[in-house]
Antibody, heavy 119, light 107 residues
Framework: EVQLVESGGGLVQPGGSLRLSCEAS????????MSWVRQAPEMGLEWVAN????????NYLDSVKGRFTISRDNSKKSLYLQMNSLRAEDTALYYC????????????WGQGTLVTVSS | DIQMTQSPSSVSASVGDRVTITCRAS??????LAWFQQKPGKAPKLLIY???SLQSGVPSRFSGSESGTYFTLTISSLQPEDFATYYC?????????FGQGTKVEIK
């Protein structure tokens, strides 16, 4: 069974940092692109970043470029999102998702981890 | 960035009704369009990819179509488990973007 379990969310002050993790199981993690997608409270979905199987290609949403860093460790079957210089508008539920670039889809999602940026 | 405009924002329907949701892209997508279903407190679930291909395991009452920059998700006979919010998403170019969502509510 495919499982994606996010962790690392919490309450942080504006300007602070957090590192999100996503632990994968039930599929060959090293064979898939992976993405982070966020959803602000009672709002829609917003793609944040994605990373190729070997980490050699990475794409970011402009508003997080230079502040967020996506990475992965295939030996640990884990995806990460280092978030620095956090802003109130980064407050959201952050999902990791298996991504198929051939179809441009998020095939399977975790349950998310909540990030709240507030003083 | 490609803008995705979804309509309606909400629809009230009864079990057995045919429901149609539309997404308009600000530029051509060459079928790089997916549809997702999200139930309250749950993660989104992929329904349709490539504008009209049904994801494995998704009931055949769901279908997708494309006409130029207009994309349609149709539920042919609404079932109780279909009450949810539906999102379109384009993957033609980065940043990948979503529509604002359509909430399907019980009439």
């Amino acid at each position: 069974e495919v499982q994606l379990v996010e962790s690392g969310g919490g309450l942080v002050q504006p300007g602070g940092s957090l590192r999100l993790s996503c632990e994968a199981s039930g599929f060959t993690f090293s064979s898939y692109w992976m993405s982070w997608v966020r959803q602000a409270p009672e709002m829609g979905l917003e793609w944040v970043a994605n990373i190729k199987q070997d980490g050699s290609e990475i794409n970011y949403l402009d508003s997080v470029k230079g502040r967020f860093t996506i990475s992965r460790d295939n030996s640990k079957k884990s995806l990460y999102l280092q978030m620095n210089s956090l802003r109130a508008e980064d407050t959201a539920l952050y999902y990791c998702a298996i991504t198929t670039m051939a179809t441009g889809t998020f095939d399977y999602w975790g349950q998310g981890t909540l990030v709240t940026v507030s003083s | 960035d490609i803008q995705m405009t979804q309509s309606p924002s909400s629809v009230s329907a009864s079990v057995g009704d045919r429901v149609t949701i539309t997404c308009r892209a600000s530029q051509g997508l060459s079928s790089w369009l997916a549809w997702f279903q999200q139930k309250p407190g749950k993660a989104p679930k992929l329904l349709i990819y490539g504008a009209s291909s049904l994801q494995s395991g998704v009931p055949s009452r769901f279908s997708g179509s494309e006409s130029g920059t207009y994309f349609t998700l149709t539920i042919s006979s609404l079932q109780p488990e279909d009450f949810a919010t539906y999102y379109c998403q384009q993957a033609k170019s980065f940043p990948w973007t979503f529509g604002q969502g359509t909430k399907v509510e019980i009439k």
